[in-house]
């Protein structure tokens, strides 16, 4: 075995036909990749396009079913992440891999030498945080983080490895512009140190402004290679969804009638130690207007869905009404039945149940608010599977929820198609309120168009939204007005063609402007 | 060479129903080596603890009076442990339940009426509820440990009978045995058939199961106990209170063990005595595993475990093993079936060192 035998002999990694079978699907079909030293490369694709598959063999997780990874000029075969570690590669998973229950240090350390004492970790890695801007606690407990916190435990613990290769999926998804801008920072001098990155992402602007080079990835085969920064938006989402990917399509003064929401001098005390307290929250949506609501991971994002959903009801039934009707203090249920509908942020454990059937699924939120259809009548409440079968095929046809078999286990689905399939069981009941948290966390460039597009028509139609996100291109494309949560705090909230980005960061970092309660109470 | 275990695209359902059979053949393969260590025929003591009970008439009545407190039990279990509320004290409430419903018959003797055995039953549900619902308080309120506080709260309930009948209910007339007065021919469970002992308590099993079957595929009930079983945030954001279904689980199951025991006591006992239990409540969380936290799969279960029972009196006389066996057979069917059901979710990979020498081995079958 010399190292002249890759047709990529100068590069750092190279992949040749690398195949993952999953019974007979294959997940990654005969891959070619390689990566430079000292580059940039772009890894793009949908959600299901194999990407997380390709990386995860990468890096040990998986074993292929066929192909070779060479590495540095020889054939390896990376067993575990301790062996991908120890070539040289480091890694930052989409879906963190930590242990709740143990400190941000103790999670470090688990992926490093043991006889590295603890005291000493907890210091390298509050300093490398502080040095790449993403600050960490290294003694608090994973339990008590915002996914976003969790994210960056995830980016200084492949950092401190220092390793030759790093793989990021997704990174940016819950940072600030200011904070991204701070990442890239980061992987510029890592590639200005001779050491290259393998960078996920479904955002494409970012890929053309940071990457050398990209692979594109569709049904988990190569599409194309290309220089992304010769490239349009356009193009490269192109080569990812095989299809032009329209804008959404939104009126420009949409006409509002009358409030669906009105929240007033919310507070909600911290329910653990660890959670963000509400302090005096006010917000009002009208019918056919899209509020959203920007903000860093943890910041109260959570806690205000819990309030407005009445997941956790809160003590003063006055501080919210939906349709003129106070509720603070009824539950959720209670809140369906008035016309609303929730979307929460986590699709697996929260808004589904993953190892349920998609029917069942849709029986989770409405088991209460279609009682009628779904149930038969009196105490007993037979469930009509037929029925509720049938909703099922019509939401996902209206969705283009694509899935194997007819009524297959939501956990089975790829987060997009299992996001539609939620997003549209609200919708499939015309809420007159929906409130939505993430909307489109992880999920492909396609998908996301068609979740965005279907809050706005909800809106156009005279139902009130709020949409709690932390992607802003997402807020700009579909807000009305726009309001930033930070520290538990609402901003007053702002016409969102009079929001500038620079504004809104600023805003997202904590810094609120004195005036904005006495302003917000005129403008209503 | 390495084994590794790679997930499953989805549940193997040929896996779900050949893992309790495949568990079956382990324990019987590893019994036979035991009973081959111990110096006897493993195919003589095997036929003697499997076969022979089932030969007889008299055994078959046996097989099912075991039967039906292990699947009663085991079904009021399958409740709990889908809702995961882990309620291990089940033998307690059962013991609970006896002494509740042992109270006309021990109380009022005099009492005699077509109403009283109707009223014990129910009087001894009532009983194992309750009893089952002090963890059910202690978790709501405190979020204390269901597991550890049913398991101690057996040692009580069982202590709690040997005083009475060593104490306030003990038979004056009785010779100073540690036993109650015998229960009134109206305070009997009354028996099935002519030819044997079986009593209606197996009816009241089988009538459970297919109840509590029906309200897990059918019944909203059933449905809010598989979403909070899964994940309790799921089942807040379906409006399902995780609370009350902690006291609904323990109740139910604490109900059904209950019944189970003032059964076995009206209708095989016959009165109350210091132990009224080979460890049926115990027993009964194999058996809810063994026919997997399925009410109709419990059935077939239940009467494997009863055989167990059977066997192990069985093969005291016949080739002088200690009932301990029983046991053992026992312990060895739970630890093969829980192994087993990793079939269901995992398939095994032989792994050789080089990797693309598995790759080409794995490829055909692809």
Same mark, same amino acid.
């Not at chain 1, 991971?297 to 819990?306: C, K, P, R, S, T």
């Not at chain 1, 494309?477 to 960061?505: D, M, Q, W």
């Not at chain 2, 053949?25 to 195919?43: C, H, R, S």
């Not at chain 2, 619902?133 to 009580?156: C, D, H, Q, W």
């Given at each position: 075995?010399?190292?002249?035998?890759?047709?990529?002999?100068?590069?750092?990694?190279?992949?040749?036909?690398?195949?993952?079978?999953?019974?007979?699907?294959?997940?990654?079909?005969?891959?070619?990749?390689?990566?430079?030293?000292?580059?940039?490369?772009?890894?793009?694709?949908?959600?299901?396009?194999?990407?997380?598959?390709?990386?995860?063999?990468?890096?040990?997780?998986?074993?292929?079913?066929?192909?070779?990874?060479?590495?540095?000029?020889?054939?390896?075969?990376?067993?575990?992440?301790?062996?991908?570690?120890?070539?040289?590669?480091?890694?930052?998973?989409?879906?963190?891999?930590?242990?709740?229950?143990?400190?941000?240090?103790?999670?470090?350390?688990?992926?490093?030498?043991?006889?590295?004492?603890?005291?000493?970790?907890?210091?390298?890695?509050?300093?490398?945080?502080?040095?790449?801007?993403?600050?960490?606690?290294?003694?608090?407990?994973?339990?008590?983080?915002?996914?976003?916190?969790?994210?960056?435990?995830?980016?200084?613990?492949?950092?401190?490895?220092?390793?030759?290769?790093?793989?990021?999926?997704?990174?940016?998804?819950?940072?600030?512009?200011?904070?991204?801008?701070?990442?890239?920072?980061?992987?510029?001098?890592?590639?200005?140190?001779?050491?290259?990155?393998?960078?996920?992402?479904?955002?494409?602007?970012?890929?053309?402004?940071?990457?050398?080079?990209?692979?594109?990835?569709?049904?988990?085969?190569?599409?194309?290679?290309?220089?992304?920064?010769?490239?349009?938006?356009?193009?490269?989402?192109?080569?990812?969804?095989?299809?032009?990917?329209?804008?959404?399509?939104?009126?420009?003064?949409?006409?509002?009638?009358?409030?669906?929401?009105?929240?007033?001098?919310?507070?909600?005390?911290?329910?653990?130690?660890?959670?963000?307290?509400?302090?005096?929250?006010?917000?009002?949506?009208?019918?056919?207007?899209?509020?959203?609501?920007?903000?860093?991971?943890?910041?109260?994002?959570?806690?205000?869905?819990?309030?407005?959903?009445?997941?956790?009801?809160?003590?003063?039934?006055?501080?919210?009404?939906?349709?003129?009707?106070?509720?603070?203090?009824?539950?959720?249920?209670?809140?369906?039945?008035?016309?609303?509908?929730?979307?929460?942020?986590?699709?697996?454990?929260?808004?589904?149940?993953?190892?349920?059937?998609?029917?069942?699924?849709?029986?989770?939120?409405?088991?209460?608010?279609?009682?009628?259809?779904?149930?038969?009548?009196?105490?007993?409440?037979?469930?009509?599977?037929?029925?509720?079968?049938?909703?099922?095929?019509?939401?996902?046809?209206?969705?283009?929820?694509?899935?194997?078999?007819?009524?297959?286990?939501?956990?089975?689905?790829?987060?997009?198609?299992?996001?539609?399939?939620?997003?549209?069981?609200?919708?499939?009941?015309?809420?007159?309120?929906?409130?939505?948290?993430?909307?489109?966390?992880?999920?492909?460039?396609?998908?996301?168009?068609?979740?965005?597009?279907?809050?706005?028509?909800?809106?156009?139609?005279?139902?009130?939204?709020?949409?709690?996100?932390?992607?802003?291109?997402?807020?700009?494309?579909?807000?009305?007005?726009?309001?930033?949560?930070?520290?538990?705090?609402?901003?007053?909230?702002?016409?969102?063609?009079?929001?500038?980005?620079?504004?809104?960061?600023?805003?997202?970092?904590?810094?609120?402007?004195?005036?904005?309660?006495?302003?917000?109470?005129?403008?209503? | 060479?390495?084994?590794?275990?790679?997930?499953?695209?989805?549940?193997?359902?040929?896996?779900?129903?050949?893992?309790?059979?495949?568990?079956?053949?382990?324990?019987?393969?590893?019994?036979?080596?035991?009973?081959?260590?111990?110096?006897?025929?493993?195919?003589?003591?095997?036929?003697?603890?499997?076969?022979?009970?089932?030969?007889?008439?008299?055994?078959?009545?046996?097989?099912?009076?075991?039967?039906?407190?292990?699947?009663?039990?085991?079904?009021?279990?399958?409740?709990?442990?889908?809702?995961?509320?882990?309620?291990?004290?089940?033998?307690?409430?059962?013991?609970?339940?006896?002494?509740?419903?042992?109270?006309?018959?021990?109380?009022?003797?005099?009492?005699?009426?077509?109403? #009283? /055995? $109707?009223?014990? +039953?129910?009087? &001894?549900?009532?009983?194992? %509820?309750?009893?089952?619902?002090?963890? *059910?308080?202690?978790?709501?309120?405190?979020?204390?440990?269901?597991?550890?506080?049913?398991?101690?709260?057996?040692?009580?309930?069982?202590?709690?009978?040997?005083?009475?009948?060593?104490?306030?209910?003990?038979?004056?007339?009785?010779?100073?045995?540690?036993?109650?007065?015998?229960?009134?021919?109206?305070? #009997? /469970? $009354?028996?099935? +058939?002519?030819? &044997?002992?079986?009593?209606? %308590?197996?009816?009241?099993?089988?009538? *459970?199961?297919?109840?509590?079957?029906?309200?897990?595929?059918?019944?909203?009930?059933?449905?809010?106990?598989?979403?909070?079983?899964?994940?309790?945030?799921?089942?807040?954001?379906?409006?399902?209170?995780?609370?009350?279904?902690?006291?609904?689980?323990?109740?139910?199951?604490?109900?059904?063990?209950?019944?189970?025991?003032?059964?076995?006591?009206?209708?095989?006992?016959?009165?109350?005595?210091?132990?009224?239990?080979?460890?049926?409540?115990?027993?009964?969380?194999?058996?809810?595993?063994?026919?997997?936290?399925?009410?109709?799969?419990?059935?077939?279960?239940?009467?494997?475990?009863?055989?167990?029972?059977?066997?192990?009196?069985?093969?005291?006389?016949?080739?002088?093993?200690?009932?301990?066996?029983?046991?053992?057979?026992?312990?060895?069917?739970?630890?093969?079936?829980?192994?087993?059901?990793?079939?269901?979710?995992?398939?095994?990979?032989?792994?050789?060192?080089?990797?693309?020498?598995?790759?080409?081995?794995?490829?055909?079958?692809?």
């Amino acid at each position: 075995m010399t190292d002249a035998q890759g047709p990529q002999a100068g590069s750092l990694l190279s992949v040749e036909g690398l195949t993952k079978l999953f019974g007979s699907f294959a997940a990654c079909n005969a891959i070619d990749l390689s990566v430079a030293p000292g580059e940039i490369h772009a890894l793009l694709g949908e959600n299901g396009a194999g990407k997380s598959t390709l990386v995860k063999m990468l890096f040990g997780v998986l074993q292929p079913s066929a192909g070779e990874i060479v590495w540095m000029g020889k054939p390896v075969t990376v067993t575990s992440p301790g062996e991908a570690r120890r070539l040289g590669i480091g890694m930052v998973f989409q879906h963190f891999s930590l242990f709740e229950a143990l400190t941000v240090a103790e999670n470090i350390a688990l992926s490093l030498d043991p006889k590295i004492p603890l005291a000493k970790i907890a210091d390298e890695a509050a300093t490398l945080s502080r040095a790449y801007g993403l600050p960490l606690d290294p003694n608090s407990h994973v339990a008590d983080l915002s996914v976003g916190e969790r994210q960056r435990i995830e980016i200084v613990r492949a950092l401190l490895q220092n390793p030759k290769l790093i793989i990021l999926d997704e990174p940016t998804s819950v940072l600030t512009p200011q904070e991204a801008d701070k990442l890239f920072e980061t992987l510029f001098k890592l590639k200005a140190e001779g050491r290259s990155v393998l960078y996920i992402s479904h955002r494409l602007e970012e890929v053309q402004r940071i990457c050398d080079r990209a692979t594109v990835l569709r049904h988990g085969k190569v599409t194309g290679a290309c220089d992304p920064r010769t490239e349009t938006p356009a193009s490269l989402a192109r080569m990812m969804v095989g299809s032009d990917v329209a804008s959404v399509e939104r009126e420009a003064e949409p006409s509002l009638g009358e409030v669906l929401v009105d929240v007033k001098a919310l507070s909600v005390a911290a329910r653990t130690p660890f959670a963000v307290p509400l302090s005096n929250l006010d917000l009002q949506v009208r019918a056919g207007e899209v509020l959203a609501i920007a903000g860093v991971a943890g910041n109260g994002q959570g806690e205000l869905f819990d309030a407005i959903s009445g997941e956790y009801p809160v003590t003063d039934d006055q501080s919210i009404r939906l349709r003129g009707r106070p509720v603070g203090r009824m539950g959720i249920n209670g809140r369906r039945l008035l016309g609303a509908g929730f979307v929460p942020e986590e699709r697996h454990g929260h808004a589904a149940v993953s190892d349920m059937s998609l029917s069942d699924n849709l029986l989770l939120s409405r088991n209460q608010s279609d009682r009628k259809a779904f149930l038969t009548g009196g105490m007993s409440g037979v469930i009509r599977h037929g029925v509720i079968r049938q909703a099922t095929q019509r939401i996902c046809a209206a969705m283009d929820v694509r899935k194997s078999g007819e009524d297959p286990a939501a956990g089975s689905l790829s987060g997009g198609n299992l996001q539609k399939f939620i997003i549209g069981r609200e919708l499939d009941r015309q809420p007159s309120v929906l409130v939505v948290n993430q909307p489109t966390w992880g999920v492909d460039a396609g998908a996301a168009r068609r979740i965005r597009q279907a809050l706005i028509d909800l809106a156009r139609a005279g139902s009130a939204v709020i949409v709690i996100s932390q992607d802003l291109d997402e807020i700009f494309e579909v807000a009305t007005n726009i309001a930033v949560i930070s520290e538990g705090r609402l901003s007053r909230p702002y016409p969102a063609g009079e929001l500038s980005l620079e504004k809104i960061g600023l805003l997202m970092g904590g810094v609120h402007d004195s005036s904005s309660h006495a302003e917000g109470a005129h403008a209503h | 060479m390495r084994i590794e275990l790679e997930r499953r695209a989805s549940a193997s359902s040929l896996f779900a129903l050949v893992s309790p059979i495949l568990a079956l053949v382990l324990t019987l393969l590893a019994g036979a080596i035991m009973f081959l260590m111990l110096g006897k025929d493993p195919g003589h003591a095997l036929y003697s603890f499997f076969i022979e009970p089932l030969l007889e008439v008299w055994s078959l009545h046996e097989l099912a009076i075991k039967a039906a407190p292990l699947i009663l039990i085991a079904v009021g279990l399958s409740v709990c442990y889908r809702s995961n509320n882990w309620n291990i004290g089940a033998e307690g409430q059962f013991t609970m339940g006896a002494i509740c419903g042992s109270m006309l018959p021990i109380l009022v003797p005099q009492w005699q009426s077509p109403l #009283v /055995l $109707p009223l014990m +039953l129910v009087m &001894g549900a009532i009983g194992g %509820a309750l009893f089952a619902g002090i963890p *059910a308080l202690l978790k709501t309120r405190f979020n204390t440990n269901e597991i550890l506080v049913s398991l101690m709260l057996v040692y009580i309930a069982q202590l709690f009978l040997d005083w009475l009948v060593r104490g306030p209910w003990r038979d004056p007339k009785g010779f100073n045995f540690p036993q109650s007065v015998s229960f009134s021919a109206d305070a #009997v /469970l $009354p028996e099935l +058939l002519e030819s &044997g002992r079986a009593h209606w %308590a197996i009816v009241f099993a089988l009538v *459970a199961a297919v109840a509590v079957w029906f309200m897990m595929r059918y019944m909203l009930k059933g449905f809010q106990v598989t979403v909070l079983g899964s994940s309790e945030r799921a089942g807040r954001f379906a409006g399902f209170s995780s609370r009350r279904m902690v006291w609904f689980s323990l109740m139910l199951s604490g109900a059904c063990a209950g019944l189970a025991g003032i059964s076995e006591v009206s209708g095989s006992i016959g009165h109350l005595q210091p132990s009224i239990s080979p460890g049926y409540g115990f027993t009964a969380i194999i058996v809810a595993f063994l026919g997997r936290l399925n009410p109709l799969g419990i059935i077939a279960s239940g009467f494997v475990l009863a055989l167990t029972y059977l066997g192990g009196e069985a093969a005291q006389l016949s080739i002088g093993v200690s009932d301990k066996v029983t046991r053992v057979f026992q312990g060895l069917l739970l630890f093969f079936v829980l192994s087993c059901d990793t079939l269901i979710l995992y398939r095994i990979r032989l792994i050789f060192s080089d990797g693309r020498a598995s790759a080409e081995a794995r490829s055909p079958h692809a």
